[in-house]
T-cell receptor, first 115, second 112 residues
Framework: GAVVSQHPSWVICKSGTSVKIECRSL??????MFWYRQFPKQSLMLMAT?????????EQGVEKDKFLINHASLTLSTLTVTSAHPEDSSFYIC???????????FGSGTRLTVV | QQQVKQSPQSLIVQKGGISIINCAYE??????FPWYQQFPGKGPALLIA?????SEKKEGRFTISFNKSAKQFSLHIMDSQPGDSATYFC???????????FGTGTQLKVEL
């Protein structure tokens, strides 16, 4: 079946540094990639939606200059957390939409800890 | 409009019992209602999903009941097992992979 490889699975970084999270669709083309964030014991909140070759659409309250999303190809989407701070510590997960009806493939998530 | 409300926040069930988690939505454009199971440190995994043209869907011990007029849907876990202990999220989507709106989650614990 469809697989989205997300890495790293966990990362610890120092405050002020940037972290890149990659999601690769291994055996299908991800026309759309949704990026979600999940704080401990909370729900998944959509941060942005990206379509291959176009700029991402950010949800209200999400800083586009802080959370850089690139979807340069149908098999790769990246989220870069720039100048990370402890409050950015969270579980980040990508979800690929295949363009068909109700097709979603989840990445395995990235646990980011900013110290 | 885009909210999906989920209850209860946490649930403790005895082994062999029935776990019931409820969700309600507002946006009548939603037409896909999946349930996800998440274990600590892992991403959510699709458990079962339903579309509004049916009122019930069963897969093994898991059943979704859907009430279109009330804009509610629920997950029933029959013969609950300790291995079912996890966080469960309902979600909703409006039309063909548009985006998923998640409920707030229910932490289920199944005790021996």
């Amino acid at each position: 079946g469809a697989v989205v490889s997300q890495h790293p699975s966990w990362v610890i970084c120092k405050s002020g540094t940037s972290v890149k999270i990659e999601c690769r669709s291994l055996d299908f083309q991800a026309t759309t990639m949704f990026w979600y964030r999940q704080f401990p014991k909370q729900s998944l909140m959509l941060m942005a939606t990206s379509n291959e070759g176009s700029k991402a659409t950010y949800e209200q309250g999400v800083e586009k200059d802080k959370f850089l999303i690139n979807h340069a190809s149908l098999t790769l989407s990246t989220l870069t957390v720039t100048s990370a701070h402890p409050e950015d510590s969270s579980f980040y997960i990508c979800i690929a939409g295949t363009g068909g009806a109700y097709g979603y493939t989840f990445g395995s998530g990235t646990r980011l800890t900013v110290v | 409009q885009q909210q999906v409300k989920q209850s209860p926040q946490s649930l403790i069930v005895q082994k062999g019992g029935i776990s019931i988690i409820n969700c309600a939505y507002e946006n009548t454009a939603f037409d896909y209602f999946p349930w996800y199971q998440q274990f600590p440190g892992k991403g959510p995994a699709l458990l079962i999903a339903i579309r509004p043209d049916v009122s019930e869907k069963k897969e093994g011990r898991f059943t979704i009941s859907f009430n279109k007029s009330a804009k509610q849907f629920s997950l029933h876990i029959m013969d609950s097992q300790p291995g079912d202990s996890a966080t469960y999220f309902c979600a909703a989507d409006r039309g063909g992979g548009n985006k998923l709106t998640f409920g707030t989650g229910t932490q289920l614990k199944v005790e021996l």
